[in-house]
């Protein structure tokens, strides 16, 4: 019977270690995977806690390495790690340091660290300064750090054109501020006193300009991109409609048509309704529909609105390959009715959807050296009053990294934080106050003096 006893305790305590080896060698496998692969999901609306298709896209294809140091306090890292541990996390080639400047000052001061919370992006020799702790400023530093030569990007003035000095509605100075954060310098030149595009303009842009430009301004952009030269035309219908007074600009319009795209004289206008939802008129018609081209395959299902915009047709020529870049909707019409403040749909209309923008490839002849050319409808989609409306910012910048050739780029780009604040009127306050701070404890009590007085 002991013997019996005994064989069967041996037999549970060898079950027992048995079960127990089990469960640690799958916690510690557990462990393991956790610690390689750090995986999240992340539940909040505006995906606060994730990172941007771009910053993904980007350190997931870094062909050097990058390390990215964060100088603060020791108390204040794990404010920086909440985000700098998610780019750790994409690629081995990136490495994320933290220097608390007071218990390494040499460190700090090697590294010209004036201010705590200061982030530098290294890569090689190079060094990059990210201004603040957000994602849109990390991921530009990685890109300046990553990326070797100087892009410029012209902006055309004299005639009219939206200024990037301009910081109010009608002005560029979010688009400029938003190249710059790209690794692109920003200039501004005119071709009035000197017809010529300078050598050093990586991309050039014609921003809604409302007079006529002059022959030799239109035969140098011509020579520019006949040259290989990269050409960004935003231009608005001829609107004559009290201070929307625009010029026809016939002689440019006449050699983007050379070039396989026709600018329609006429006004597209949204009757869809949709827009409303925004803040938008009929005349900022919306698009949410984009081919297959490098500029919009990223863009999916994201809307974009383009006010006071014209339709193009499209069709490739000898030298030129054109492509259609998006579309309004099925609810949209284009009136040839210029000068009428208010616009009712006739017949005559020509129905959605219509082409509002378009790229051009020119065939120079030379390898590797073609022109490119994005034409727009439109001019105030990417003013600041725009500039910031859901996907225009992103479509914009991709225009300026096809145009360039950095593809690379061309993605979804980080988005500015929500303020989702939840704003309750007197009433409702009052509301939650008796409901939270009286009524809920006053049942607590009473359901107590019931329990008690049944169990007495």
């Given at each position: 019977?002991?013997?019996?006893?005994?064989?069967?305790?041996?037999?549970?305590?060898?079950?027992?270690?048995?079960?127990?080896?089990?469960?640690?060698?799958?916690?510690?496998?557990?462990?393991?995977?956790?610690?390689?692969?750090?995986?999240?999901?992340?539940?909040?609306?505006?995906?606060?806690?994730?990172?941007?298709?771009?910053?993904?896209?980007?350190?997931?294809?870094?062909?050097?390495?990058?390390?990215?140091?964060?100088?603060?306090?020791?108390?204040?890292?794990?404010?920086?790690?909440?985000?700098?541990?998610?780019?750790?996390?994409?690629?081995?080639?990136?490495?994320?340091?933290?220097?608390?400047?007071?218990?390494?000052?040499?460190?700090?001061?090697?590294?010209?660290?004036?201010?705590?919370?200061?982030?530098?992006?290294?890569?090689?020799?190079?060094?990059?300064?990210?201004?603040?702790?957000?994602?849109?400023?990390?991921?530009?530093?990685?890109?300046?750090?990553?990326?070797?030569?100087?892009?410029?990007?012209?902006?055309?003035?004299?005639?009219?054109?939206?200024?990037?000095?301009?910081?109010?509605?009608?002005?560029?100075?979010?688009?400029?501020?938003?190249?710059?954060?790209?690794?692109?310098?920003?200039?501004?030149?005119?071709?009035?006193?000197?017809?010529?595009?300078?050598?050093?303009?990586?991309?050039?842009?014609?921003?809604?300009?409302?007079?006529?430009?002059?022959?030799?301004?239109?035969?140098?952009?011509?020579?520019?991109?006949?040259?290989?030269?990269?050409?960004?035309?935003?231009?608005?219908?001829?609107?004559?409609?009290?201070?929307?007074?625009?010029?026809?600009?016939?002689?440019?319009?006449?050699?983007?048509?050379?070039?396989?795209?026709?600018?329609?004289?006429?006004?597209?206008?949204?009757?869809?309704?949709?827009?409303?939802?925004?803040?938008?008129?009929?005349?900022?018609?919306?698009?949410?529909?984009?081919?297959?081209?490098?500029?919009?395959?990223?863009?999916?299902?994201?809307?974009?609105?383009?006010?006071?915009?014209?339709?193009?047709?499209?069709?490739?020529?000898?030298?030129?390959?054109?492509?259609?870049?998006?579309?309004?909707?099925?609810?949209?019409?284009?009136?040839?009715?210029?000068?009428?403040?208010?616009?009712?749909?006739s017949p005559k209309d020509k129905k959605g959807p219509l082409t509002l923008g378009a790229a051009i490839t020119?065939?120079?002849?030379?390898?590797?050296?073609?022109?490119?050319?994005?034409?727009?409808?439109?001019?105030?989609?990417?003013?600041?009053?725009?500039?910031?409306?859901?996907?225009?910012?992103?479509?914009?910048?991709?225009?300026?990294?096809?145009?360039?050739?950095?593809?690379?780029?061309?993605?979804?780009?980080?988005?500015?934080?929500?303020?989702?604040?939840?704003?309750?009127?007197?009433?409702?306050?009052?509301?939650?106050?008796?409901?939270?701070?009286?009524?809920?404890?006053?049942?607590?009590?009473?359901?107590?003096?019931?329990?008690?007085?049944?169990?007495?």
């Amino acid at each position: 019977m002991k013997e019996w006893m005994k064989a069967r305790q041996t037999k549970y305590t060898a079950y027992v270690a048995a079960y127990v080896i089990v469960v640690l060698a799958v916690l510690s496998i557990v462990n393991f995977l956790a610690n390689r692969h750090n995986k999240s999901y992340d539940s909040t609306a505006n995906k606060r806690y994730s990172l941007a298709d771009q910053t993904t896209k980007v350190v997931k294809n870094l062909k050097q390495d990058v390390k990215v140091t964060y100088y603060d306090a020791t108390s204040r890292f794990q404010q920086a790690k909440d985000l700098l541990d998610r780019y750790d996390t994409l690629s081995p080639r990136l490495k994320v340091e933290y220097v608390d400047p007071y218990k390494k000052p040499q460190v700090a001061r090697a590294a010209g660290v004036r201010t705590e919370g200061t982030i530098h992006v290294e890569s090689g020799a190079k060094r990059e300064e990210a201004r603040s702790l957000t994602e849109e400023e990390i991921t530009g530093a990685i890109i300046r750090a990553i990326k070797t030569g100087d892009r410029k990007v012209c902006f055309i003035k004299g005639s009219g054109e939206h200024s990037i000095d301009e910081t109010g509605r009608d002005g560029y100075s979010q688009f400029k501020d938003s190249l710059e954060k790209s690794n692109y310098k920003t200039q501004s030149i005119s071709l009035l006193e000197k017809p010529e595009i300078p050598a050093d303009c990586t991309v050039t842009v014609i921003g809604g300009p409302r007079r006529d430009y002059l022959a030799p301004a239109v035969d140098a952009v011509r020579k520019y991109v006949e040259n290989g030269g990269r050409l960004a035309v935003f231009l608005d219908p001829p609107l004559k409609m009290g201070r929307e007074e625009i010029d026809e600009n016939a002689a440019l319009v006449q050699m983007l048509e050379k070039w396989g795209v026709t600018l329609n004289k006429n006004l597209v206008l949204d009757t869809s309704g949709i827009g409303q939802l925004f803040g938008l008129s009929a005349a900022a018609p919306l698009v949410a529909s984009y081919e297959y081209h490098p500029i919009v395959r990223e863009m999916r299902d994201i809307a974009t609105a383009f006010p006071l915009a014209r339709s193009l047709e499209t069709k490739s020529g000898d030298k030129t390959t054109v492509d259609k870049l998006f579309s309004t909707t099925e609810n949209s019409f284009a009136t040839e009715n210029l000068s009428s403040p208010e616009v009712k749909q006739s017949p005559k209309d020509k129905k959605g959807p219509l082409t509002l923008g378009a790229a051009i490839t020119y065939n120079t002849g030379k390898e590797n050296n073609n022109g490119r050319v994005v034409v727009v409808g439109s001019s105030s989609w990417v003013a600041n009053g725009f500039f910031r409306f859901n996907g225009n910012r992103d479509l914009a910048l991709n225009m300026a990294n096809w145009l360039s050739s950095d593809e690379d780029l061309i993605s979804i780009r980080p988005k500015e934080q929500q303020d989702r604040r939840l704003n309750m009127t007197r009433r409702q306050m009052s509301t939650v106050f008796y409901l939270s701070v009286l009524l809920l404890p006053l049942i607590a009590v009473v359901s107590g003096i019931t329990v008690w007085w049944r169990r007495r």
